[in-house]
């Protein structure tokens, strides 16, 4: 089969049958983009009918659709593959194969957003294949994982817009099911810290300090706490390489000073514990990676390696370092901007719980 033979052309003049009577069902299709149709016509059709609905036209006609794509630079040219005569046949065909009800309407969005992620995915793994077999382009793993998440991320986002009356009661068994210890969520190791907040999926947790006020010890307590409650926990580092990470956790773990651990100054008793400690580790899903700049191509390749290896929980980023003028209101521009990207992705996978030391700027 050839990638453009994967369509739903029936289903498409359902969906645009269905607009010519019922505009107002485009709302439940607004992640069904233009380019998911493989008919020029229903192209441009949707394309009209979306922006009329959004101006609260209720009835279109092949003159409507014709002038409001006309009236914008980015959808004039769908209005040159379409005559006035074109569209009444449209029009009078969609008494025939019209959809009355939303959910008939959202089964044939299915259907063309099935073929369409076919199709995209049909291609992107062409261009994946293109750079394998060209040795000479650097970052393949990089670029690969990129190519396909922007698919899946495309095509993995939800129409469904249910009444609060229907979510309320498994909203109320979430938040039982959450509760615990007192606390909602994942407790930090520091009951005072608790009375203010715990750890949450998909949300972020800031510890700001100016330098060496110990926000890097903070968190490696934190990181042995979810440890040992068997979660998985991705600890990327821009300050400490793994070998002096793992000294410094080591010492935390055996109780011995860190100063007599990494010169070997330590008693027989002490390295039993040292190795107990170790051999501990080794039964933990921990990752540390030591990234001295981070970017977000190299931080999300991480994040989907370990998500696909050993799972993730909790995501740990020591620390962050603001590429801008350093003050605090830039600083929080740029965590945002970086936090975005990453809270939607990570979502999509439902699998972590972010905590994060900021870089050292103290937020009022």
Same mark, same amino acid.
Not at 290 to 307: G, L
């Given at each position: 089969?050839?990638? !453009?033979?994967? @369509?739903?052309?029936?289903?498409?003049?359902?969906?645009?049958?269905?607009?010519?009577?019922?505009?107002?069902?485009?709302?439940? /299709? !607004?992640?069904?983009?233009p380019?998911?149709?493989t008919?020029?016509?229903?192209?441009?059709?949707?394309?009209?009918?979306? @922006?009329?609905?959004?101006?609260?036209?209720?009835?279109?006609?092949p &003159?409507?659709?014709? !002038?409001?794509?006309?009236s914008s630079? $980015?959808?004039?040219?769908?209005?040159?593959n379409?005559?006035v005569?074109?569209?009444?046949?449209?029009?009078?065909?969609?008494?025939?194969?019209?959809? /009355?009800?939303?959910?008939?309407?959202?089964?044939? +969005?299915? @259907? +063309?957003?099935? $073929?369409?992620?076919?199709?995209?995915?049909?291609?992107?793994?062409?261009? =994946?294949?293109?750079l394998?077999?060209?040795?000479?382009?650097p970052?393949?793993?990089?670029?690969?994982?990129?190519?396909?998440?922007?698919?899946?991320?495309?095509?993995?986002?939800?129409?469904?817009?249910?009444? #609060?009356? %229907?979510?309320?009661?498994?909203?109320?068994?979430?938040?039982?099911s959450?509760?615990? %210890?007192?606390?909602?969520?994942?407790?930090?190791?520091?009951?005072?810290?608790?009375?203010?907040a715990t750890?949450?999926?998909g949300e972020l947790?800031?510890?700001?300090?100016?330098?060496?006020?110990?926000?890097?010890?903070?968190?490696?307590? =934190?990181a042995?706490?979810?440890?040992?409650r068997?979660?998985?926990v991705l600890?990327?580092?821009?300050?400490?390489?793994t070998r002096?990470?793992?000294?410094?956790?080591?010492a935390?773990?055996?109780k011995?000073?860190?100063?007599?651990?990494?010169?070997g100054?330590?008693?027989?008793? !002490?390295?039993?514990?040292?190795?107990?400690?170790?051999?501990?580790?080794?039964?933990?899903?921990?990752?540390?990676? #030591?990234?001295?700049?981070? %970017?977000?191509?190299?931080?999300?390749?991480?994040?989907?390696?370990?998500?696909?290896?050993?799972?993730?929980?909790?995501?740990?980023?020591?620390?962050?370092?603001?590429?801008?003028?350093?003050? $605090?209101?830039?600083?929080?521009?740029?965590?945002?901007?970086?936090?975005?990207?990453?809270?939607?992705?990570? @979502?999509?996978?439902? =699998?972590?719980?972010?905590?994060?030391?900021?870089?050292?700027?103290? &937020?009022?």
């Amino acid at each position: 089969m050839r990638v !453009e033979e994967i @369509n739903s052309l029936d289903s498409e003049s359902g969906i645009i049958a269905s607009l010519i009577h019922n505009p107002e069902f485009s709302f439940y /299709s !607004e992640n069904l983009l233009p380019n998911h149709f493989t008919n020029k016509d229903n192209r441009c059709v949707y394309t009209a009918i979306c @922006n009329l609905a959004q101006q609260g036209i209720t009835t279109v006609d092949p &003159y409507m659709i014709i !002038e409001i794509l006309n009236s914008s630079e $980015a959808t004039r040219k769908y209005a040159e593959n379409l005559s006035v005569e074109r569209l009444q046949e449209l029009m009078d065909m969609s008494d025939i194969i019209a959809r /009355s009800t939303v959910e008939e309407y959202k089964i044939l +969005v299915k @259907n +063309v957003m099935d $073929a369409a992620f076919r199709r995209d995915t049909f291609e992107k793994l062409k261009e =994946c294949q293109t750079l394998c077999t060209d040795l000479s382009i650097p970052d393949v793993e990089q670029k690969i994982y990129s190519i396909i998440d922007n698919v899946m991320v495309e095509f993995s986002t939800n129409n469904e817009i249910p009444k #609060y009356s %229907d979510v309320v009661d498994d909203c109320w068994e979430e938040i039982k099911s959450r509760q615990g %210890d007192g606390y909602s969520g994942i407790p930090f190791k520091f009951p005072t810290l608790n009375e203010y907040a715990t750890i949450e999926k998909g949300e972020l947790f800031i510890f700001a300090a100016e330098a060496k006020q110990g926000k890097s010890m903070m968190l490696l307590n =934190c990181a042995v706490d979810l440890l040992k409650r068997d979660l998985a926990v991705l600890y990327l580092d821009s300050e400490l390489n793994t070998r002096m990470f793992t000294a410094r956790l080591l010492a935390h773990l055996s109780k011995v000073e860190y100063k007599r651990l990494t010169s070997g100054r330590y008693s027989e008793e !002490e390295a039993s514990k040292i190795e107990r400690a170790k051999e501990w580790m080794k039964t933990r899903k921990f990752v540390h990676i #030591y990234i001295p700049m981070f %970017d977000q191509q190299t931080i999300y390749t991480a994040v989907k390696k370990v998500k696909h290896t050993i799972g993730l929980d909790v995501l740990i980023v020591d620390y962050f370092k603001s590429s801008g003028s350093g003050d $605090a209101f830039d600083s929080y521009q740029e965590l945002g901007r970086f936090v975005d990207r990453y809270l939607f992705t990570l @979502n999509s996978l439902n =699998c972590w719980e972010p905590l994060r030391a900021t870089q050292t700027t103290t &937020y009022g």
